[in-house]
């Protein structure tokens, strides 16, 4: 699916982490591994991970109320939510919901989207989608995740390498017919494309299910495989939104990755011809957060000053399924 024509406009950022942080060498202590090993295969030294009380809901509301505060509006002022999450309270009702009564601003449309780490970026081409139609003003779109709800710690392919955490965007619907045919300098989701194949679908799961084993399941994951796709798909879907957009990888001031391991970040940063410095980094700090790395990382970068009005930013991620895409932004 390609999207193209200037879109909807991005107001705001916001994110949470849960207070605790685990270091890999608080993990050596509970599987055969080591903090040598983590740093060097992945670039990760901790990540954050959800406590008593803390859920995918609860993190998804703290980043949503701060995404709504930095673009000075209120809950009242959404009609849209839309939840990128593997990770939901229950099975059903949508976590959106959830984040939607505790926001307070009940009645709009609120559902989640499931494309695992691709998530984010699928739920904003959604909403970018609906925003464009005039079915929705504006969309809070978050990425939300509890994967250590779902590792099995035993498992140390597998345990070391995810976190908790959620980020959100608010996005704005284009005000006039005019806008959406706007300049090349005008703010707002410039292309965007996404792709999936299912023909993948062992490399990278959750082997359990409501539908399969009525349990919830855990993360398997041949790592080495996804790496080499990983590498691949993302080069070539970036290739693909920048001729799209007719834009050269000059042009571009920040790639904001999908934060599964620095080695993708460097591969895919170097298959493509991009400066290292140009690429937004919390893979260290946070571990793979799935769907919520990339507005994590868009959040960090917008608040300490990297990120600024007016410029162009990728987006990228991809994950279980398999899932990939890419969304270019002036922001
Ligand atoms: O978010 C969705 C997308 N996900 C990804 O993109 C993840 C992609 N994959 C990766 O990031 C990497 O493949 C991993 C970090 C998962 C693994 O790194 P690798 O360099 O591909 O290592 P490997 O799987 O080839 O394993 C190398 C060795 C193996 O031992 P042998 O067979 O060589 O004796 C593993 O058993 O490292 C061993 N190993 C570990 N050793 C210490 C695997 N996990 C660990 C560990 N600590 N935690």
Redesign the pocket.
């Known amino acids: 699916m390609t999207l193209l024509t200037r879109g909807a406009r991005l107001v705001g950022t916001g994110s949470a982490l849960p207070a605790r942080v685990v270091t890999n060498a608080e993990?050596a202590q509970r599987?055969?591994?080591?903090d040598e090993?983590?740093i060097a295969?992945?670039g990760i030294r901790q990540r954050h991970v959800a406590g008593e009380g803390e859920t995918t809901a609860t993190l998804a509301t703290d980043a949503a109320r701060a995404a709504l505060a930095d673009a000075w509006l209120t809950p009242a002022d959404i009609d849209l939510i839309i939840l990128a999450t593997a990770t939901p309270d229950n099975t059903f009702p949508a976590t959106a919901t959830k984040v939607q009564n505790a926001l307070g601003c009940n009645g709009g449309v609120a559902f989640d989207v499931a494309a695992?780490?691709s998530g984010f970026l699928y739920a904003l081409a959604t909403a970018d989608s609906l925003l464009r139609t005039g079915a929705a003003r504006r969309a809070l779109v978050i990425g939300a995740e509890t994967f250590s709800r779902i590792l099995d710690w035993e498992d140390?392919?597998?345990?070391?390498?995810?976190g908790d955490g959620a980020g959100a965007v608010v996005l704005e619907a284009p005000d006039t017919i005019g806008d959406i045919a706007a300049d090349a300098s005008a703010p707002g989701i410039i292309a965007t494309k996404l792709h999936a194949d299912g023909a993948q679908h062992d490399l990278?799961y959750v082997d359990g299910g409501p539908s399969t084993t009525q349990t919830v399941g855990h993360v398997r994951?041949?790592?080495?495989?996804?790496?080499r796709?990983?590498v691949v798909n993302l080069a070539d879907v970036l290739a693909e939104v920048l001729e799209d957009a007719d834009v050269s990888v000059e042009d571009i001031d920040w790639v904001v990755p999908?934060q599964?391991?620095a080695?993708?970040l460097d591969a895919t940063a170097r298959k493509l011809g991009i400066a290292p410095e140009k690429v937004v980094v919390t893979v260290d700090r946070h571990a793979?957060t799935?769907a919520a790395?990339v507005p994590l990382a868009l959040d960090e970068a917008r608040r300490d000053g990297r990120i600024v009005t007016g410029d162009l930013i990728m987006l990228e991620?991809?994950?279980?399924g398999f899932t990939w895409g890419a969304s270019l932004i002036r922001v």
């Open positions: 993990l599987v055969d591994t080591s090993w983590i295969r992945t695992v780490c140390r392919t597998t345990c070391v390498l995810f990278l994951m041949k790592g080495r495989e996804v790496f796709h990983a999908h599964a391991n080695r993708i793979n799935s790395s991620a991809m994950g279980g």
